[in-house]
C-alpha cells in the first residue's frame, strides 16, 4: 500500500500556484460554511478520518470516552502532519492549521452543531445504535448522521433514531488520508439527497465516493469474497500448494498480492471474521461459507504475519521461509480445466459475485468496478474484466465449476447470460 500518498486536495508541491491558492481558499471558505464535523471514537479509523475532513478544511471536534484517548490521537495526527510537511507534501503553515482545527474532547456533550457527524467506534451494535440515538437528539435536525462500519447494516444502527433519513454510511478504508475510496452506504430509509449531499462533500474532500446500498459486506468486503476463498479451496483440494497458487494471481492474474499471502498480512482472524459475518447475513449461503482451511488456521493460532506463522511461516526480519512456487505446476494449471485453474476459479466467481451486485440493484457497475480498483488494487474492475472475458464464457466456466463441485457455491448469476449488463 502507498503510505506516502499525498493529502488530499493538495498539489504534491509545497509551493502553491496563485490558481492553486484561490482553489484552496474557495475550498477552505466551503468547509467553514458546511459546519464543525464531529468524529466519534479516536482510533485507527477516526483518528485518520478527524485528518482528511480538517486537511478539507473543517473544524473537528474528535470525541473519544477513554480519557485522553482523543489528545493523544490528535499528538499522532500532528506528528503525521508534521511529517508529510518534512517530505514537502504540504507546506508547514498548512499543516499547522489543520491540527489548529482538530480539538479533542471526551463526551458527545462536547460537540458544537454539527454539519456532518462520523461515528467510528467498535464495530457493535448496540454500542453505534446507543451513539446514534443520542447524536440525533443533540445535534439540529440537519446534521447528517453517519457511521463507519465495515459490516453492520445502517438501519440497524438507525433503529432508535427517529429521522433515519439522515443517517448512513461513509465506508472509509484505511488508512483513511491514503485510501481514495469511500463507500457511501444507504439504508432502506436514507433519503437519497442525502446520499448525494454525502458523497459530493468526500468528493471536495479529494475522497472517491461509491454509492451502494447496505448489503452484507457492501461492494468491497462482499466481491472480494472469492479472492480468497478460492485460493483456499484450492490448497484445501491439494490442486496446488500456497506459494503456486499466490505466483499465479499474482504473475498471470497482474493482482499486487496473492490471495493466501494477502490473508497472512490482513490477519486470518481478521478475514475470517469478515468472511463469517457475510456468511451469517445472507442466511449462511454457501457461496461464502468460511472454508476447514482458514478456521482451523485461526484455531492453530496460525495468524499470519502478526503471530509469526499464517498460511506461510515468517523469519523475525518478516521475509517469507520457504514458499517456493511451482512455476511448472503453474503452467499447467492455468489454461487447463477450470476446475483446476485458480486463476480462472477466482476471476470467474469474481466477475460473478460483482454481476449479481448490480443486478439486484445494490450498486451500479462503474461504481463496482471502480470499488475494486481503488479499495483492493485490483488490476481491472470485475465487470470490465468479466466483458472483456465475455459474460456467458463467465457463466460456462461457473456450470463447470458446478459440475465439478456440486452443493449450492457455483451459480452463475442470471445476468451473466441475460443480456441487461453486455
Ligand atoms: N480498522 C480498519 O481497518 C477499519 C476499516 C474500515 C472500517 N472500520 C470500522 O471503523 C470502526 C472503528 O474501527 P477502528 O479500527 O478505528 O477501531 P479502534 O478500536 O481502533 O477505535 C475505536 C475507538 O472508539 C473508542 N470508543 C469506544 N466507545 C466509545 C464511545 N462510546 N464514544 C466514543 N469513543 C468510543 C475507543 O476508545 C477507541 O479509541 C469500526 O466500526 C470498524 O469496523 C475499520
Request: glycine fraction near 10%.
Amino acid at each position: 500500500m502507498d503510505t506516502d500518498a499525498r493529502e488530499p486536495g493538495r498539489s504534491g508541491a509545497a509551493e502553491r500556484t496563485d490558481e492553486d491558492a484561490a482553489r484552496h481558499d474557495e475550498a477552505m471558505r466551503a468547509a467553514s460554511a458546511f459546519g464543525p464535523v464531529g468524529v466519534i471514537g479516536a482510533g485507527a479509523m477516526g483518528a485518520g478520518i478527524a485528518q482528511v475532513a480538517a486537511a478539507a478544511g473543517h473544524e473537528v471536534v474528535l470525541v473519544d470516552v477513554v480519557p485522553g484517548a482523543s489528545g493523544g490521537a490528535v499528538e499522532k495526527i500532528g506528528a503525521a502532519l508534521t511529517r508529510l510537511a518534512d517530505k514537502g507534501r504540504m507546506r508547514a503553515d498548512d499543516a499547522a492549521a489543520v491540527l489548529a482545527r482538530i480539538t479533542p474532547a471526551e463526551s458527545l456533550e462536547d460537540l458544537p452543531n454539527c454539519g456532518l457527524v462520523i461515528e467510528a467506534v467498535p464495530e457493535e451494535l448496540e454500542l453505534k445504535r446507543r451513539i446514534f440515538a443520542e447524536l440525533a437528539d443533540r445535534q439540529p435536525a440537519t446534521t447528517v448522521l453517519a457511521t463507519n462500519t465495515s459490516s453492520i447494516d445502517i438501519d440497524d444502527i438507525a433503529a432508535d433514531v427517529s429521522d433515519p433519513e439522515r443517517v448512513l454510511g461513509l465506508h472509509f478504508f484505511n488508512p483513511p488520508p491514503v485510501m481514495a475510496l469511500v463507500e457511501v452506504v444507504h439504508g432502506e430509509r436514507t433519503a437519497p439527497a442525502y446520499v448525494e449531499h454525502a458523497a459530493a462533500l468526500v468528493a471536495a474532500w479529494g475522497k472517491t465516493p461509491v454509492r451502494c446500498s447496505s448489503t452484507p459486506g457492501f461492494i468491497v468486503n462482499r466481491v472480494a469474497r472469492p479472492f480468497y476463498g478460492e485460493a483456499q479451496r484450492v490448497v484445501e483440494a491439494g490442486i496446488a500448494d500456497a506459494a503456486t497458487v499466490d505466483w499465479i494471481l499474482r504473475e498471470r492474474g497482474g493482482f499486487p498480492m496473492g490471495p493466501l499471502e494477502l490473508t497472512d498480512f490482513i490477519g486470518q482472524d481478521v478475514n475470517l471474521a469478515v468472511g463469517t459475518s457475510v456468511w451469517e447475513q445472507t442466511g449462511r449461503d454457501e457461496r461464502y461459507a468460511p472454508t476447514a482451511f482458514q478456521r482451523e488456521l485461526v484455531a492453530a493460532g496460525r495468524l499470519g504475519r502478526k503471530s509469526g506463522r499464517g498460511v506461510y511461516a515468517y523469519a523475525a526480519d518478516g521475509s517469507v521461509e520457504g514458499g517456493e512456487p511451482d512455476i511448472e505446476l503453474a503452467g499447467r494449471l492455468v489454461g487447463g480445466p477450470v476446475a483446476t485453474d485458480p486463476l480462472a476459479r477466482t476471476l470467474a466467481m469474481l466477475v460473478n459475485e460483482a454481476v449479481d451486485l448490480v443486478a439486484r440493484g445494490e450498486a451500479s457497475a462503474d461504481d463496482v468496478d471502480t470499488a475494486m480498483r481503488l479499495g483492493t488494487r485490483y488490476p481491472k474492475g470485475p465487470i470490465e474484466w468479466g466483458r472483456e472475458l465475455g459474460l456467458d464464457v463467465v457463466a460456462s466456466w461457473i456450470a463447470e465449476l458446478d459440475r465439478a463441485y456440486p452443493g449450492g457455491r457455483y451459480r452463475p448469476s442470471p445476468a451473466l447470460t441475460d443480456g441487461s449488463l453486455a
